[in-house]
């Protein structure tokens, strides 16, 4: 199953291949893909990652293509549903990733992107000149809110978000809705941050944690993804609650295309200035650093002064 444009931002002629149950191998330079309906070939020069799903294998030429390609691979659960592991990063400049460094590193512009993400979370509030306490207090009251009205909309019991990491079937049917629809958002939330060469630890709202940025990226869709397809579910009164909800997610995901509006919200809450810069984000640039501004690499500096 080929998925074309598959979450790529900008203007781009690479597509992503997703693949499950098969044995993905090289035949010159292309990638073919093997499972029981046969052979299918995949152009190398035009793929801008492999996704790999449940049952899948790889061998060691095909890897060689992909990293000749300039291409990536991303093992994922199924249909993208979980994020496992990664290759390289699509980006081929820094820029995003020096962006997000810069902001984390100073408390005033770290403190701008924490109001940006709340104001994308719900928009119409007034942020521009709340605390990190202020917007602590004013996101835990507008998810308990959301929390009581779903509960209403769908006639469940609701008492309060508790679940234990560990302990998945300890929860009632809602709170293991829940998590299992976060699991998903941070999955898809990981897959974006590292496609696009951004770092996973430098978060915003959240840190301390390998994974704090994941985990304020997913914030973001919790209220229009995670909270209504939970309290759905749990209502439904399924068996397989984790499994159900996982798929709802998924369907989703795709059906609202969250991968490209997720591309598209990281270049804005870091590149505020220039919130197009995803079009250009395969950019091939290699410069020297200076305080007086970056120079050219690829150029012979000689200064008479410096002795040899």
Same mark, same amino acid.
């Given at each position: 199953m080929a998925i074309l444009g598959y979450g790529l931002p900008g203007p781009c002629t690479c597509y992503c291949s997703y693949r499950?149950? /098969?044995?993905? =191998?090289?035949? /010159?330079?292309?990638?073919? /893909?093997?499972?029981?309906?046969?052979?299918?070939?995949?152009?190398?020069?035009?793929? *801008? %990652?492999?996704?790999?799903? &449940? *049952?899948?294998?790889?061998? =060691?030429? %095909?890897?060689?293509? $992909?990293?000749?390609?300039?291409?990536? /691979?991303?093992?994922?659960?199924?249909?993208?549903?979980?994020?496992?592991?990664?290759?390289?990063? $699509?980006?081929?400049?820094?820029?995003?990733?020096? %962006?997000?460094?810069?902001?984390?590193?100073?408390?005033?512009?770290?403190?701008?992107?924490a109001r940006a993400?709340?104001?994308?979370?719900?928009?119409?509030?007034?942020?521009?000149? $709340?605390?990190?306490?202020?917007?602590?207090?004013?996101?835990?009251?507008?998810?308990?809110? $959301?929390?009581?009205?779903?509960?209403?909309?769908?006639?469940?019991?609701?008492?309060?978000?508790?679940?234990?990491?560990?302990?998945?079937?300890?929860?009632? &049917?809602?709170?293991?809705?829940?998590?299992?629809?976060?699991?998903?958002?941070?999955?898809?939330?990981?897959a974006v941050i590292v496609a696009l060469g951004a770092a996973p630890g430098l978060g915003f709202v959240h840190t301390g944690h390998e994974r704090s940025f994941v985990f304020d990226i997913a914030d973001l869709y919790k209220a229009e993804f995670a909270i209504p397809i939970a309290f759905d579910i749990a209502a439904a009164n399924v068996e397989d609650i984790g499994a159900s909800t996982r798929r709802a997610v998924r369907d989703a995901i795709h059906a609202e295309g969250l991968l490209g509006r997720c591309c598209n919200d990281l270049h804005t809450l870091l590149l505020p200035d220039n919130p197009d810069a995803g079009d250009d984000w395969d950019t091939d640039v290699v410069q020297l650093w200076d305080r007086q501004g970056n120079v050219d690499s690829g150029v012979s500096y000689v200064d008479e002064e410096v002795p040899w």
């Open positions: 499950e149950r /098969a044995v993905i =191998h090289r035949d /010159a330079n292309a990638l073919t /893909a093997t499972d029981e309906r046969g052979v299918i070939h995949i152009p190398a020069a035009t793929l *801008g %990652a492999l996704i790999l799903g &449940p *049952g899948t294998r790889i061998t =060691h030429q %095909a890897m060689m293509l $992909l990293a000749e390609s300039g291409s990536t /691979a991303v093992w994922v659960g199924e249909q993208g549903v979980r994020y496992y592991a990664h290759g390289r990063s $699509l980006a081929r400049s820094s820029r995003l990733l020096e %962006a997000q460094a810069i902001a984390f590193s100073n408390q005033s512009s770290r403190l701008r992107v993400m709340y104001a994308m979370r719900f928009p119409g509030d007034t942020v521009e000149s $709340l605390t990190m306490q202020q917007l602590r207090g004013r996101e835990g009251a507008r998810v308990r809110a $959301l929390y009581r009205e779903h509960a209403e909309r769908t006639g469940i019991d609701w008492k309060r978000r508790k679940f234990d990491p560990n302990d998945f079937a300890g929860g009632d &049917p809602v709170n293991q809705a829940l998590s299992a629809a976060a699991t998903c958002l941070y999955g898809i939330a990981h």
